[in-house]
C-alpha cells in the first residue's frame, strides 16, 4: 500500500530533508521521489510505503500537513488509489 | 508511479477548484419496521436507522482523509414514510419526523430525507395525512426533509395533489416565518422521482431497492467551469470533449469512495449520481460554466443551448468512470446556492421564465428559488404544474423547490446560510392561475407513455 505526499509552496533550503526526517520518524519508506522548482514555486511528489508504518494513517497526515505549515507549504498525504482511479483506466 | 502532472492536477482540482464528494447516502428500507402500534413503530424506526448507519460518519470520515478529498455530506434516506406509517393520522406522522430527526442527530449525519409520498395516480388515506403533517414536521425538524412525487410519464399528473402542495408549502413557509420560511427549503415536488437520488431534498429509498445501500453523489462545477477557461476558445466539438474528460475524472473519485465505502459498511454500492452541484462558494457554480462558454451573464440568449451541452458530455463522461449511474445525474441549477446564478437572478439577467426553460434541459428543476411572501397557494401550484409537465412530457425527472418567504416582496433578498446561500425574491406572473388549478382531476399521461 502506498501513499503519494506532494509538497507544494515557496522554495527554501531543506524541505526535502525535513519531510524525508518525518517520513522517517513514521517508518514510511520513500520508494520514489521527483521535484522541480519554477521559479521560487516548489513541487516535490514523493510515494511512500505505508505497509510497515508505526503510526496511524491519520497520525501520518496530520503531522505532515503541521510541518507544512510551519515552513509555509502545502503537504499533503492521499493514498495512491486515488490517482490511478481517476488518470488510469 | 502516475505522472506528476496528473498528481498535481488532481491536488489543484481538490485545493484550488473545490473537487469534493457532495454526499455519501445510505438508503435504509423502513418495512421491516411496520407495526400498527405507534410507539413500537417509532421505537423500531430509530432503531434501525441507528443500527444501520452507525458507522456511515466514521467511515465517510476515514475516507476522506485517506483519499485527501473532503466529503461534504452524510445522509441517509428512507423508505417513504407514507408507506411505512400508511396507518398513522396526521399526528403520528408529524411524531414520526421527529423520530428521524432524532434518528438523524444520534448518528451524525447532516440530512435525513424519505420523509415523502408516491401520489401521481392518487392519494391513499395515508398519503393525504402524510402531506398535511408536512408544515408542522417541517417546523419541528431542522434535518428532515420532505419530497412528494405528484406525477409519473406513465401516470399523468395528480392534479389535486398539485393543488395541495402549492397550500402546503404556503403553511410551510408561514409556520417557519421567524427563519425565512426555510422550511420549504426541505420540501420539493417531484415528477418522475428516482428511487435511488443521493441528493437532498428528494432523496428517498424506494420500494424496489434492497434493506440498505451505499449511494454516492459527486460535484465538481469548479473544475469543469476551470477546464474550460484553461481551454481557451474552441469549437463545440471540442468544448464538448474537454467537459467529458474532466467529467470522468471527477466521477471516478466518486465510483472509489463508493466502492470502498460499500465494503468498509458491508452495504450494496447502489448507484453513482453524476451531478455537477454547485455551493454558493466562490468557484464551485454551473452559472459560471455557461459563463465561460462565452454567455456574458447566465439566463441571457444561448443558456438553455449551454446548459444542455453541458449536462449531456457530463453523462457521457461519467457513465464511462461508474459501473452503476443512476439518482438525478445532470447539472443542478439551484438560484440560492450557486454564487453566478444569484448574480444574475439579483441583476435581473436570470428570470424564472428562463429558468423553466433551462430545467427541461438539465436534471432538477426550478430549485432554490425565493418568491414573494403574497404568492397566492393557486400560483405556486400553477408553477409546479408548468414544471411538472416539462418532466411527464419529457419522461424525465422534474422537481420543484421554491420558497414564498413570509412577509418579504420582489426587490428585498432572503439569508438561508450555509450550503443554502442567499436569494433575491424574483418576479412572478401577476394573473391568476386559480381556475385552473381549481378544475382538480388527472391530467391523462402522454401517448408516449404507451411503450409497450
Not at chain 1, 503531522?63 to 509555509?72: C, D, H, I, Q, T
Not at chain 2, 408544515?135 to 392534479?159: D, H, R, Y
Amino acid at each position: 500500500m502506498k501513499a503519494v505526499v506532494t509538497v507544494i509552496g515557496k522554495d527554501s533550503v531543506g524541505i526535502i530533508a525535513d519531510v524525508s526526517v518525518e517520513c522517517a520518524k513514521h517508518n514510511a519508506n520513500i520508494v520514489d521521489i521527483t521535484q522541480s522548482v519554477l521559479k521560487d514555486y516548489f513541487a516535490m511528489i514523493m510515494l511512500v510505503e505505508i505497509e510497515k508504518m508505526e503510526t496511524e494513517f491519520a497520525v501520518f497526515q496530520k503531522e505532515l500537513a503541521s510541518l507544512g505549515e510551519k515552513r509555509g507549504l502545502d503537504i499533503r498525504v492521499m493514498h495512491e488509489e486515488i490517482f490511478n482511479s481517476m488518470h488510469r483506466i | 508511479m502516475v505522472n506528476i502532472n496528473d498528481i498535481l492536477e488532481t491536488v489543484n482540482m481538490i485545493k484550488q477548484e473545490n473537487l469534493d464528494i457532495r454526499t455519501v447516502t445510505m438508503g435504509i428500507s423502513l418495512f421491516d419496521c411496520i407495526s400498527d402500534d405507534q410507539k413500537r413503530l417509532e421505537a423500531k424506526i430509530y432503531d434501525k436507522i441507528t443500527k444501520s448507519a452507525e458507522k456511515l460518519v466514521s467511515t465517510a470520515d476515514e475516507l476522506e482523509a485517506k483519499y485527501g478529498i473532503p466529503i461534504i455530506n452524510k445522509r441517509v434516506s428512507v423508505t417513504p414514510i407514507s408507506l411505512v406509517g400508511a396507518a398513522c393520522d396526521k399526528d403520528g406522522f408529524v411524531r414520526l419526523a421527529n423520530v428521524l430527526e432524532k434518528a438523524a442527530n444520534e448518528v451524525g449525519i447532516n440530512f435525513i430525507g424519505g420523509y415523502g409520498a408516491l401520489v401521481q395516480k392518487g392519494m391513499t388515506k395515508g398519503a393525504a395525512n402524510l402531506i398535511d403533517s408536512i408544515p408542522e414536521a417541517l417546523a419541528t425538524t431542522t434535518k428532515v426533509c420532505s419530497s412528494i412525487n405528484v406525477a409519473s410519464t406513465k401516470a399523468g399528473i395528480n392534479m389535486d395533489a398539485v393543488a395541495r402542495m402549492g397550500q402546503i408549502m404556503k403553511e410551510t413557509a408561514y409556520l417557519t416565518r421567524e427563519n425565512d420560511s426555510i422550511g420549504c427549503a426541505k420540501l420539493v415536488v417531484f415528477s418522475n422521482i428516482p428511487e435511488d437520488n443521493p441528493f437532498m431534498a428528494g432523496a428517498i429509498h424506494g420500494i424496489g431497492e434492497p434493506d440498505t445501500v451505499i449511494n454516492v453523489g459527486v460535484s465538481g462545477p469548479g473544475v469543469v467551469a476551470s477546464a474550460i477557461k484553461r481551454e481557451g476558445f474552441c469549437d463545440f466539438s471540442h468544448l464538448a470533449d474537454v467537459i467529458k474528460k474532466t467529467a470522468f475524472k471527477i466521477t471516478r473519485v466518486g465510483q472509489l469512495i463508493a466502492y470502498e465505502a460499500s465494503k468498509k459498511l458491508n452495504t450494496p454500492y447502489g448507484i453513482i449520481d453524476l451531478s455537477l452541484a454547485p455551493t454558493p462558494a466562490v468557484g464551485d457554480s454551473v452559472a459560471r460554466i455557461l459563463e465561460n462558454m462565452g454567455l456574458e451573464r447566465c439566463g441571457t440568449h444561448g443558456t438553455t443551448a449551454a446548459l444542455a451541452m453541458l449536462n449531456d458530455a457530463v453523462k457521457k463522461g461519467g457513465v464511462m468512470a461508474s459501473s452503476h449511474v443512476g439518482g438525478l445525474s445532470g447539472a443542478f441549477i439551484p438560484v440560492s446556492e450557486d454564487a453566478g446564478m444569484i448574480e444574475a437572478a439579483e441583476m435581473g439577467a436570470l428570470s424564472i421564465e428562463k429558468l423553466e426553460a433551462m430545467t427541461a434541459v438539465c436534471s432538477v428543476g426550478l430549485d432554490m428559488i425565493a418568491v414573494p411572501g403574497d404568492t397566492s397557494a393557486a400560483t405556486l401550484s400553477g408553477i409546479i404544474a408548468d414544471e411538472i409537465a416539462i418532466g411527464v412530457i419529457n419522461n424525465k425527472t422534474t422537481a420543484v423547490r421554491l420558497i414564498p418567504v413570509y412577509g418579504k416582496g420582489v426587490g428585498e433578498s432572503v439569508e438561508f446560510g450555509g450550503l443554502l446561500g442567499h436569494a433575491p425574491i424574483m418576479k412572478l406572473s401577476e394573473y391568476s392561475s386559480e381556475d385552473f388549478i381549481a378544475r382538480g382531476g388527472r391530467i391523462p399521461a402522454p401517448i408516449h407513455s404507451l411503450r409497450n
